[in-house]
């Protein structure tokens, strides 16, 4: 909830797993990743 009003949009996890998944992270292509960075 506190990275949500922060406006976190982007956690680097690196492994992506079912505890990860059930906090709502979301698996995301290198591509789209990077556009997080430049944005």
Excluded: M, N, W
């Amino acid at each position: 909830q506190k990275l949500q009003k922060e406006d976190l949009k982007v956690i680097d996890c690196q492994i992506y797993t079912p505890h990860l998944k059930s906090l709502g992270a979301e698996e995301i292509s290198r591509t789209e990743f990077l556009k997080f960075l430049t944005s």
